[in-house]
């Protein structure tokens, strides 16, 4: 009943969160990015800060100035800034895909900076889902759209806040790296709202899209720590990846958006390099 419980948690956050894409879809063409971060991030930090007073935990303390909360700081900037960037300009379908291939790239980050151990089969998957990323965003050919690319540094971005999580978490309470990172969300959009374009008042129907970004963000982020608090991590994982389908599927239904077969492949690509270089790590860490 465990598993089943963390299961449908990852598969309902990652339904929320393709809500979430969708109302930055929606207000793209009104707000300016900088400030949909600074007002995601400020809503963010706001939730976070009260639930951190709540539990009594301090906000702030020093070990923000760890080189691993810095780094973490750092891919939350450029992992949701190249994310909220790219759903502003390529199909939802579209960044939902290149989205999957986050966990190839922190096994990837994992033995190329914490020395885990990566053997040749999950080397050949991690090179195998890259292709299937060049296949969505067909670099040099008919279809390429160069701000896809955008979507692919957000990746990066995000792999570094994911490797950097790893290492914080044994030892800084999660609630607290939650809100520094969102901290540095909300700091990067006034900083781009100082020096970019500069806010507007959004109507009310932009206004209402903002809102239910800021409480379905920070719902996504809570139920999938619970997703992985519920059961056995190796069952409740792999079901990241429904997030694929709600994007395709919202991206077709609601913004009319064409999915050609070099995207379904590519996806297709990448979610079977995910499964399989996770179903190796399981293995190694649980050996017959």
């Known amino acids: 009943m465990q598993n089943l419980r963390g299961i449908a948690l990852m598969v309902a956050a990652m339904a929320v ?10 207000v793209a063409g009104e707000i300016p990015i900088g400030q949909i971060m600074f007002t995601s991030g400020l809503g963010g930090v706001v939730i ?13 303390a020093r070990d923000l100035y760890s080189p691993v909360i810095m780094s973490r700081n750092v891919g939350e900037v450029f992992g949701s ?3 909220m960037y790219a759903l502003t300009l390529i199909p939802l379908s579209s960044v939902a895909s290149i989205m999957q291939a986050a966990p190839l790239v922190v096994t990837m980050g ?9 053997g040749w089969r999950r080397w050949s998957a991690i090179l195998t889902g890259f292709a299937g990323v060049l296949l969505v965003v067909r670099p040099g ?3 390429f759209q160069p701000a ?5 540094i957000g990746v990066a971005g995000q792999a570094l806040r994911d490797l950097s999580t790893r290492v914080a978490s044994n030892r800084i309470p999660s609630l607290r790296i939650g809100f520094y990172g969102l901290l540095a969300l ?8 100082i020096v970019g374009t500069a806010p507007v008042i959004p109507s009310g129907n932009a206004a209402i899209w903002l809102v239910i970004f800021i409480f ?19 069952a409740i994982i792999p079901y990241r990846y429904s997030r694929i389908l709600f994007g395709i599927t919202a991206g077709v239904l609601i913004f009319d958006e064409s999915v050609d077969h070099f995207t379904l492949i590519g996806a297709a690509i990448i979610v079977g390099s995910g499964l399989f270089v996770f179903k190796r790590e399981r293995k190694r860490r649980n050996p017959a």
């Open 216 to 234: 379905v963000g920070t719902l996504g982020y809570h139920m999938l720590n619970l997703a992985l608090q519920n059961g056995d991590v190796a």
């Open 81 to 83: 800034f190249g994310i």
């Open 17 to 26: 969160f393709t809500i979430a894409d969708i109302c930055i879809k929606q």
């Open 110 to 118: 994992a033995a190329l900076f914490l020395r885990e151990k990566v």
């Open 48 to 60: 976070f800060g009260i639930a951190l007073k709540l539990k009594g935990i301090p906000m702030f």
């Open 186 to 193: 909300s700091l990067l959009g006034l900083a781009l709202m």
């Open 141 to 143: 050919f008919d279809g």
């Open 148 to 152: 896809a690319l955008i979507a692919v």
